[in-house]
């Protein structure tokens, strides 16, 4: 145990800044290298005794992680927003770098998941949806430049190349027309790329054992289940449903009170306020846009949400509760290899 020696690194484009503490919390030295690979093992192997390394999740944390996880006993890339630590006092590379060091020490740092391997060619392959943002963000300001001239272009006739003609005739001056056609320029250069990002990210995640089952859930879908695979690696980061990222946040305050001189516990429900604030937004919008679909097409799961309906529930509420049922029973077949069976969908909440 007198071996054991604490990393703290607060890594940058360049350089990245790395203190070493041991065991009581003794700074033991302190160093600035570039970032490279290289670079990064010379440093480690310099240091002797059992390595414990901590570096904040950031672009590089992927690639430092599958660098280091099989070359020191243990890597814990910790998240940002909880190392209130770093905020306090003066500020600087090393500074940090010691203050990441002693909050591994003291075992004080919140770990974002990254896995035994992180999977990186799937979660590459996933950046699909970012080709899809674009596309959409593309439209949307086309779609901008013919409103603004009070010119109606309902539904996806807009975007149809034999209608572009007659769209653009309608704008008034040279500066928008031109506008319009750079944006559409645009759109058909962004089209085939996400097409082949979708069948790339398609064709990699067949290679997942685990596709099989979460296609077998309904509204779900090829490219919902790639996305899940890519973002999620394996079910068993989450102990229990309500730690994948859709668990309600609840809050109440004066929950006790004494009657008669016996501490009793009040019997009104805890308020909700939403989703847990670390919830993931791509999981999220993923699992309501299939709860959407459930909702009002035939299916166990809209038979599921006709019930919630009729005890008294508000849609937006119903829909949000269905979500969670799905990840629910997404996590529990993912988890134990098996199918998706509507005995999973039964009437206690999700």
């Known amino acids: 145990m007198n071996g054991l020696r604490y990393i703290g690194l607060d890594v940058h484009q360049e350089t990245i800044s790395a203190a070493v503490l041991d065991r009581a919390g003794k700074l033991i030295m302190q160093s600035v290298f570039a970032t490279r690979a290289a670079a990064i093992l010379d440093f480690l192997d310099g240091i002797k005794g059992t390595l414990h390394v901590t570096f904040e999740e950031g672009i590089h944390s992927a690639w430092l992680y599958d660098l280091l996880q099989r070359r020191v006993a243990r890597v814990v890339v910790c998240d940002p927003r909880k190392n209130k630590l ?6 600087g ?3 940090d770098a010691r203050k990441l060091a ?9 770990p974002v998941y990254h896995g035994e391997m992180s999977s990186l060619e799937v979660q590459h392959r996933t950046r699909y949806t970012m080709l899809t943002e674009d596309t959409t963000r593309v439209m949307n300001r086309l779609k901008a430049v013919f409103r603004s001239q009070a010119i109606a272009c309902p539904g996806r006739k807009l975007f149809r190349p034999d209608q572009r003609d007659s769209f653009v005739a309608q704008l008034a001056t040279p500066g928008l027309r031109q506008r319009a056609e750079s944006l559409y320029r645009e759109l058909d250069a962004l089209h085939p790329l996400r097409l082949r990002a979708k069948r790339e990210m398609l064709a ?3 290679k997942h054992p685990a596709m099989k089952w979460l296609r077998s859930v309904p509204f ?15 079910p ?11 668990a309600l946040q609840t809050h109440d305050s004066a929950e006790y009170r004494v009657v008669h001189g016996q501490l009793q516990r009040k019997s009104r429900p805890a308020q909700v306020r939403g989703l847990n604030w670390n919830h993931n937004h791509e999981l999220k919008s993923l699992f309501k846009s299939a709860a959407t679909m459930a909702a009002f097409r035939k299916g166990i799961f809209r038979e599921f949400y006709s019930g919630l ?11 949000l509760t269905l979500a969670r049922k799905i990840a629910a029973i997404t996590l529990k077949i993912w988890k134990e290899g098996e199918t998706f069976n509507a005995e999973h969908v039964k009437t206690q909440a999700a």
Not at 86 to 91: D, E, R, T
């Open 102 to 110: 002693e909050l591994l020490r003291i075992n004080s740092l919140s």
């Open 86 to 91: 770093l905020k306090s006092g003066n500020k």
């Open 309 to 319: 309906l009729a005890k008294g529930m508000r849609p937006e509420m119903a829909r």
């Open 220 to 234: 779900l879908g090829k490219v919902r289940t790639a996305v899940l695979i890519g973002r999620v690696q394996t």
């Open 204 to 206: 990699e995640c067949r």
């Open 236 to 246: 068993h980061r989450f102990r229990t449903k309500r730690h994948c990222g859709l």
């Open 93 to 95: 590379d090393l500074i």
